[in-house]
């Protein structure tokens, strides 16, 4: 099976795997560091341009899962991370990443972070390596092992 395929098939997996899981999804902590990571995962490569973001964005208003929260209220703070993450990356990630690292306690929340950032990596077709390394970080800051993700 090729990549590309195989990837399709675990985007779809963790998809439903979450839409299982929304009932539990609902907490701030959940909703600020998903959009955190969709943030991350769209400002892998150091960058983020505005067709990116828009796509990104798009995704984020279509999720089921997100679909607990209002979507201008995601939008507002993936947009904030996004600036925060353009403004200087390095310190950027550094607050994102402690946001993200929120959810560790709470073990279904921090898993579906993760597969939220699988599935907006995913998303375009190309889970690049950049893309795959954040993802990667923030398991570590989780306390999850990335190989359980295939990471």
Known sequence: ???W????DSATTMQGQLLAKKN??????????SMAMCALVAAADGSIDASERQRVASLIATNDVLKNFPADDLQARFNDYCQKLSADF???K????QV?????KKPTEARAVIQIGIVIGGADGDFDKTEQAVVREA?????????????
């Open 94 to 97: 550094v607050s994102v990443m």
């Open 139 to 151: 398991c570590f800051a989780l306390g999850i092992n990335p190989a359980e993700f295939d990471l």
């Open 24 to 33: 539990d999804l609902k907490s701030g902590a959940f909703r600020d560091a």
């Open 100 to 104: 993200i690292g929120k959810v560790h």
């Open 5 to 8: 395929d195989r990837l399709k």
């Open 1 to 3: 099976m090729a990549l």
């Open 90 to 92: 390095d310190f950027g």
